[in-house]
Each structure stands twice: as C-alpha cells, then as structure tokens.
C-alpha cells in the first residue's frame, strides 16, 4: 500500500486542516486502491491544503497546476513550441517539443495536483481519459505511449458550482473519486478562533460563528449569496476583531466592521440586495452583543 493504514492517524494529526479526519481517511483509502481523488465543496475549506499534505506525505516528489479558463491540452499534454521569438531568423522558423504538466509528471515519475480543475473546460482534460481509466497516456508529438506507474497519484481539486467555474463533462467526472471537503463543525473553528486569536472573547467568537453559519445556511438553502464564510474568513475576523479590541474600539463595532469586509467578500458585488443581506446580518448580530 502506498499509505500505510498505521500512518493514517499521523498524517490527520499532522495536518493544519482541523475538522477533516473522514475527508482524510476516505482519499487515503482510495490512494491505496489505486484511483486519482477529486476534491470537492464550498471555497476555503482546506481542499488544497489537504491535497498538499497528502502528497507531501508520500515518498514521491509531485508537480502542481492551477487549472483556468484559457487552459488547453496543450498545457496538459504538450505539443509543438515555436521558436518565433528567437532572434536568429533560422531558429525562429523551427519547432521544438514542449510536453505538459501530465506528461512531465508520468516522464518524471512525479506525482500531480490539478487545483480549481472545474476553472479550466473539460476539453483540456480530454486526452487523460485513458490515462485515468488504463493507466495509458499517449503523446502524438513525440509518437510515444507512456504507461503510468502504478503508485502513481493524481489528486484534483475543484469547486462545483462556483461562479466562473466550469461543467465537468460527466465522462471526465466519473474517472475521478469525488469527495466532498465540507465547511468543519461549530465547535472545530471555535478551537480556530482560540488558537488564533485568543483574545476575542466568548460573545463576539459566538456572534462570529452566528455569522458563519447563517451566510452558508442562506448560500447553500436559499441561493442568496454566492457563497457562505469560510473558515479563513472566520479566522480573519476573529484576528481583525481581537486587533480592534486591543486598540480600544468596543465588541459590536469590531464585530460590525469585520462582518462588512467579509460581507463583501461572499457577496455578489455586482448586485447590491446580496450585499445589503449581508450587512443587515452582521448589524442584527453587532446588536446582540
């Protein structure tokens, strides 16, 4: 096995993404079978870190790319480079091979990490399919086949029905192993909280939390925002908080002030209703407190 089922709990208690031991265990027991992982879920949950984390724990080197909108196989496969900057006019009318990061990573023998794979079209992807159905990727510009290790892993990360994301054709979806990286429990970014900003104080980390559960619940149920708070921006606020404190300034304008920065953050700024429903939110909340 590539992971050895007594070095899971080392490599979760290692890890700085707290909250995530099931989204740990289960990628580790599919690394094992052999699958490449795909990360999924709400933005700032920890889906690169854990990705990373992972990788840096296997005894392999890996490569990583972040995928986006202009990404063509060119950049996963490769193909023909030319030579038309080159101040000799000769080599200017030249070609010379350029392989992609896939390609660099089976020649190489290193492992992947493809982050925000839904930023990129499917048709960048599409000559992988038999890399990661059979093991076999084949490169028309140097007319060779490679075959892939059979320790090799690929992990991807991707935020499905993010705004500016694209569709996963259902062929390139259905050759990863989905796993869903949900936003962690109250209780794992109230510990957050107190390690990072120790200071803030028992009402406004509640008010705080309050805010964070409130914005998913209106993301995720009513579609009213693009998407909740993550954990980064609940430890930005507690931080920012605790600072303003210090400083002198009382709990419910430091609530107030930290919620509209971040309010604008998971907002739409384009559109001012979602940015009114999270200002009013973070006003109800400063009120309490």
Sequence with gaps: MLIEENAYLRIIESSKIKGQEDTYLKAMRYINLGYPILFFGPPGCGKTSIARHILNSLDREYLAIEAHESMTEYQIIGGFHPLSMSASKDLAEEFMYKDGVVARAIMH??????????????????????????????????????????????????????????????????????????YPKRYVEEALIRNNAPATGEKVTSAILDFAEETRRMWKEEGALPQGLSTDGVIKMARYCELLMKEGIDDRTAFADAAFHQGIVIADETDQVSIQLVNELALRLAADL
């Design 109 to 182: 023998n290193k492992n992947l990490l493809i982050d925000e794979l839904t930023r990129a079209p499917s048709s960048a992807f599409s000559s992988i399919f038999l890399l990661l159905s059979h093991g076999i990727l084949t490169l028309e510009h140097r007319e060779v086949i490679l075959k892939k290790p059979d320790d090799w892993v690929l992990i991807a990360t991707a935020n499905f029905g993010d705004v500016g994301s694209f569709k996963l054709s259902s062929a390139l979806k259905r050759r990863f192993i989905p796993i869903y990286v949900p």
